[in-house]
């Protein structure tokens, strides 16, 4: 019987590529989905390995009473910490460095003479301490109210170079700098607009009262984290400090991946909603089609009810050539789900949002989408199925007439015009300039939480 399915399938071939493409249109999107939802897991990971390199960080105990998105904080948003007890921190036994994390809102004015703004990205301005060993591409580290350093994305979408002077808004003041420096990262920061200050014009603008988000704490080499940390609470308790608490970089680092992958995870869930209604439309599709196919064929199924074919072996039959759409269908599905990223990444990168890394294709994502494009072309074709299998041999015969078949071509050209106005519409809004945010008062962040990036001492 195997073998009457894949002639079955040979002889009525065009019939079943509706079918085909039903199943690829659903298996791209899941494919697709998981793809993504692990691209930007990637690249904020990126992020917090990048920006989050301390090995204790000294924060507020509480949350904050008023959570303003400020562009400092890679988690929930903490009571301020007084930045004086980095000089308790610092006699610490292990500690090397005791350097508090001063940030706050900028707008940076790029080479043509409007604000550098990526879509919803923050744009914030941060110390850049002397005792940093930052990873400089170009330049120097800013000295005086003067200079700026900038990251490497954002020199990039800015249109600036290293020796050209700008102007910033900082603290609602209009200033002209010239840019000195250009820091690389290591990995994209999603299109955040990066601005490096001196440590006292950065104070000046975001710690004027002596609070800060956090103290970055960076040990001795060979201290253990927990040891440090100890050390550290030991000290605060003994200085009377109130309502701070120190956590371990890696306890951090899993905190802020945590955040992230959670907010991730409601992207994805929302985008698998469009997979699982597009495979539902589907599987009607893939219904229709073997129901218009069994009807056609009864002729063939009572001739072969009459030469000995079970009931089960007919049923089988429809059910192989459904499995086989499903995997054909699902592996092109998978191909064109990959497409669809890369064009996701293309359209994401127009707009200031650099992914990192390759499109990533793991054996769990393939599975998954073979899966669910093969069960689903299965469970489409089993109630057409059954009927050829449980219609009596001389009732086919009666029932051999059947419809004659409709031409596609008019289907063909009116499907084959939408898809071109489909396809152009998506080109035409690509291709739109992003709208630029020309006024002066600092843009707020997006509801993402964002990380305060920030070198790692010492590093190389």
Same mark, same amino acid.
């Given at each position: 019987?195997?073998?009457?399915?894949?002639?079955?399938?040979?002889?009525?071939?065009?019939?079943?590529?509706?079918?085909?493409?039903?199943?690829?249109?659903?298996?791209?999107?899941?494919?697709?989905?998981?793809?993504?939802?692990?691209?930007?897991?990637?690249?904020?990971?990126?992020?917090?390995?990048?920006?989050?390199?301390?090995?204790?960080?000294?924060?507020?105990?509480?949350?904050?009473?008023?959570?303003?998105?400020?562009?400092?904080?890679?988690?929930?948003?903490?009571?301020?910490?007084?930045?004086?007890?980095? $000089?308790?921190?610092?006699?610490?036994?292990?500690?090397?460095?005791?350097?508090?994390?001063?940030?706050?809102?900028?707008?940076?004015?790029?080479?043509?003479?409007?604000?550098?703004?990526?879509?919803?990205?923050?744009?914030?301005?941060?110390?850049?301490?002397?005792?940093?060993?930052?990873?400089?591409?170009?330049?120097?580290?800013?000295?005086?109210?003067?200079?700026?350093?900038?990251?490497?994305?954002?020199?990039?979408?800015?249109?600036?170079?290293?020796?050209?002077?700008?102007?910033?808004?900082?603290?609602?003041?209009?200033?002209?700098?010239?840019?000195?420096?250009?820091?690389?990262?290591?990995?994209?920061?999603?299109?955040?607009?990066?601005?490096?200050?001196?440590?006292?014009?950065?104070?000046?603008?975001?710690?004027?009262?002596?609070?800060?988000?956090?103290?970055?704490?960076?040990?001795?080499?060979?201290? =253990?984290?927990?040891?440090?940390?100890?050390?550290? =609470?030991?000290?605060?308790?003994?200085?009377?400090?109130?309502?701070?608490?120190?956590?371990?970089?890696?306890?951090?680092?899993?905190?802020?991946?945590?955040?992230?992958?959670?907010?991730?995870?409601?992207?994805?869930?929302?985008?698998?909603?469009?997979?699982?209604?597009?495979?539902?439309?589907?599987?009607?599709?893939?219904?229709?089609?073997?129901?218009?196919?069994?009807?056609?064929?009864?002729?063939?199924?009572? %001739?072969?009810?009459?030469?000995?074919?079970?009931?089960?072996?007919?049923?089988?039959?429809?059910?192989? $050539?459904?499995?086989?759409?499903? %995997?054909?269908?699902?592996?092109?599905?998978?191909?064109?789900?990959?497409?669809?990223?890369? %064009?996701?990444?293309?359209?994401?990168?127009?707009?200031?949002?650099?992914?990192?890394?390759?499109?990533?294709? =793991?054996?769990? /994502?393939?599975?998954?989408? %073979?899966?669910?494009? /093969?069960?689903?072309?299965?469970?489409?074709?089993?109630?057409?199925?059954?009927?050829?299998?449980?219609?009596?041999?001389?009732?086919?015969?009666?029932?051999?007439?059947?419809?004659?078949?409709?031409?596609?071509?008019?289907?063909?050209?009116?499907?084959?015009?939408? /898809?071109?106005?489909?396809?152009?519409?998506?080109?035409?809004?690509?291709?739109?300039?992003?709208?630029? &945010?020309?006024?002066?008062?600092?843009?707020?962040? &997006?509801?993402? &939480?964002? &990380?305060?990036?920030?070198?790692?001492?010492?590093?190389?």
């Amino acid at each position: 019987m195997t073998r009457v399915a894949l002639r079955g399938i040979r002889a009525h071939l065009v019939r079943f590529l509706l079918s085909l493409l039903a199943v690829t249109l659903g298996v791209a999107f899941v494919a697709g989905t998981f793809s993504l939802r692990t691209m930007m897991g990637s690249t904020f990971s990126g992020i917090v390995a990048s920006s989050t390199q301390g090995d204790a960080y000294v924060r507020g105990s509480e949350p904050a009473a008023s959570a303003s998105d400020n562009g400092s904080s890679a988690g929930d948003v903490r009571e301020p910490v007084p930045a004086a007890l980095a $000089q308790t921190i610092e006699r610490v036994d292990g500690v090397r460095l005791a350097l508090p994390a001063i940030s706050g809102p900028i707008v940076l004015v790029g080479a043509d003479g409007t604000a550098v703004v990526s879509t919803q990205a923050p744009s914030f301005g941060m110390a850049l301490y002397p005792e940093e060993t930052s990873d400089f591409v170009t330049g120097h580290a800013p000295i005086g109210a003067g200079e700026v350093a900038l990251e490497s994305a954002t020199l990039e979408s800015s249109g600036l170079a290293v020796g050209d002077d700008t102007t910033v808004v900082l603290s609602g003041m209009l200033e002209t700098v010239t840019v000195v420096g250009e820091v690389s990262l290591g990995a994209p920061m999603a299109g955040a607009t990066i601005v490096y200050l001196d440590v006292a014009t950065a104070t000046a603008a975001y710690a004027a009262d002596g609070m800060v988000a956090s103290i970055d704490v960076y040990g001795d080499d060979g201290v =253990d984290e927990e040891t440090l940390v100890a050390g550290i =609470d030991k000290a605060l308790g003994a200085a009377g400090a109130a309502d701070v608490e120190t956590v371990s970089g890696a306890d951090m680092r899993a905190e802020a991946t945590e955040d992230i992958n959670a907010m991730l995870g409601f992207v994805q869930t929302f985008m698998l909603i469009f997979a699982g209604i597009s495979l539902f439309v589907g599987a009607f599709i893939i219904s229709n089609t073997f129901a218009m196919s069994v009807q056609q064929r009864m002729r063939e199924f009572a %001739l072969l009810r009459a030469l000995g074919a079970s009931p089960g072996q007919v049923f089988g039959s429809i059910l192989i $050539q459904a499995a086989l759409v499903g %995997l054909a269908g699902s592996a092109l599905g998978i191909a064109a789900g990959l497409g669809l990223v890369s %064009l996701v990444r293309l359209a994401v990168a127009q707009i200031g949002m650099n992914l990192s890394g390759s499109i990533p294709l =793991d054996a769990a /994502t393939v599975l998954t989408s %073979l899966l669910v494009g /093969t069960l689903v072309s299965i469970a489409a074709a089993a109630l057409p199925a059954r009927r050829a299998a449980l219609t009596a041999p001389v009732e086919a015969m009666r029932d051999a007439g059947g419809a004659r078949s409709k031409s596609l071509r008019l289907r063909g050209i009116v499907g084959s015009v939408l /898809t071109v106005a489909g396809v152009a519409g998506l080109v035409l809004a690509w291709s739109r300039p992003v709208p630029r &945010c020309s006024g002066s008062a600092p843009r707020r962040s &997006c509801s993402v &939480c964002w &990380c305060s990036p920030r070198s790692s001492p010492g590093t190389p």
